[in-house]
């Protein structure tokens, strides 16, 4: 089969197409035949091998990546089930978390994929997996966002703030979303009652207070995003937020942990969904919005598998609109 092949750390050069065997499921695993992949920041960091620290961490290889085969997000049918694997059967379409994504099929376990909406294409269903359940985890798990609240969404258009601000206003929050001017209509048409222009207006300086701000930027200091949120607000940063390529979020990450042991507000960072954690609720959870109408994934671009580099290298720039997918035919 062919595969996005990453043998060494380092820019968008480093994936190749190259022939690979084709994997074979486990007891309690299934095969699926990928048809789009959607491409994060997270995979970006796994190919270039940054921060340092997270090498010494265990999760992306010390010298070359743990996984050869580059993605994480999928949407496919079931090729093939293993010993043990029960509600899922060869030819059922879904999508969820699968390790070595950009392939022409991968394997996962079958608790990390969930039926996919009959509405959307598997361009759409690729682009759900990481992004939504980081969204909502932010949103309504960690952020504890409820009727009413004031909600921020710094970096409202990207791949997770599109969905962030999509699940706040399900939730009837009064939504303000941080973007462009380019993006304003597009989060205006996913829920976002109030949109600030991140290039003529500081929101940390407006005198607004929020209930709840979600951060995926990280370009305000944590002093002055404080100073917006209510005495009770609580602030989710999305990854830290601080770049680096030896320690990356970690410094900022420590200061917000340092700083919630005295403040009465909330101060919470989360990092992006991957298969740690209950991701089979989560993924049913956001599937169950998309079949509600209350969800939709945006796809900025999309590249053909023999492309995934040309894809990785927009997704580096950080001004993608909503999620780069590869397709796979």
């Known amino acids: ?3 996005i092949v990453q043998k060494s750390f380092g820019p968008p050069e480093v994936l190749r197409l190259e022939d690979v065997d084709r994997p074979e499921p486990g007891a309690g695993e ?12 997270y995979d970006w ?22 996984t050869a085969v580059a993605g994480i ?11 043990g694997v029960q509600g899922l059967e060869p030819g059922d379409e879904v999508l969820g978390f699968c390790p070595g994504a950009c392939a022409e099929y991968a394997r996962t376990t079958a608790d990390l994929v969930v039926p996919k909406p009959a509405g959307l294409t598997f361009e759409q269903a690729a682009a759900v997996p990481m992004g939504a359940v980081t969204a909502l985890r932010g949103i309504r798990t960690v952020g504890g966002a409820k009727a009413g609240h004031r909600v ?5 258009a990207g791949g997770v703030g599109h969905f962030a601000v999509q699940i706040a206003a399900a939730l009837d929050a009064e939504v303000t979303a941080v973007c462009s001017p380019g993006n304003a209509e597009l989060v205006r048409s996913l829920g976002a009652g109030h949109v600030i222009d991140y290039t003529r207006q500081d929101f940390t300086r407006s005198g607004v207070r929020y209930d709840l701000i979600l951060d995926n930027v990280g370009n305000h200091p944590l002093s002055r995003l404080r100073r917006v949120l209510t005495p009770a607000g609580t602030l989710v940063a ?5 770049p680096g390529r030896v320690f990356g979020a970690v410094g900022s990450t420590l200061r917000l942990v340092a700083a919630n042991a005295f403040a009465r507000q909330r101060l919470r960072v989360i990092l992006p969904a991957t ?5 089979r609720d989560d993924l049913l959870a956001v599937t169950a919005l998309i079949d509600a109408g209350r969800l939709t994934p945006v796809v900025d671009r999309t590249y053909p598998l023999a492309e995934t580099a040309e894809g990785m ?4 720039l950080g001004h993608a609109r909503g999620k780069t997918v590869i397709t796979v035919r």
Request: proline share 9%.
């Open 1 to 3: 089969m062919e595969a």
């Open 30 to 41: 299934v095969v699926v035949r990928v048809r789009a992949a959607a491409l994060n920041p």
């Open 45 to 66: 960091h796994m190919m270039r091998g940054d921060p340092y620290v997270a090498r010494l961490m265990g999760g992306m290889g010390l010298t070359r990546p743990k």
């Open 73 to 83: 997000d999928a949407a496919g049918h079931v090729e093939a089930v293993g010993p």
């Open 152 to 156: 921020l969404v710094n970096g409202a």
């Open 238 to 242: 999305n990854g830290g937020g601080s």
């Open 275 to 279: 298969p740690a954690g209950p991701a």
């Open 313 to 316: 290298r927009h997704v580096e």
